[in-house]
């Protein structure tokens, strides 16, 4: 499974979109997800891309193709 595929299905878990129309390029609160859910969602992310995400970094956060970036 490749990053994007990887992160889609942790974030379905956190949003009322089917996992086929989350669009990794729209902004985050478009998708639903607020700076609250964001932070719940990272403990996630960390656990399965095995990496730790700075305070400072979720702010520039702005899209999931961003987060996919950060992830290499």
Avoid: H, Q, W
């Avoid at 889609?8 to 729209?26: G, H, R, W």
């Avoid at 985050?28 to 656990?47: H, P, Q, R, T, Y």
């Amino acid at each position: 499974m490749d990053k994007k595929s990887e992160l889609i299905s942790i974030v379905k878990d956190y949003v009322d979109v089917p996992a086929n129309e989350i669009d990794t390029s729209l902004g985050l609160k478009f998708i639903g997800l607020n700076s609250f859910v964001v932070l719940s969602m990272v403990s996630a992310i960390e656990d399965r891309f095995n990496v730790s995400i700075p305070d400072s970094k979720l702010m520039e956060f702005k899209t999931l193709d961003d987060i996919i970036e950060f992830l290499g």
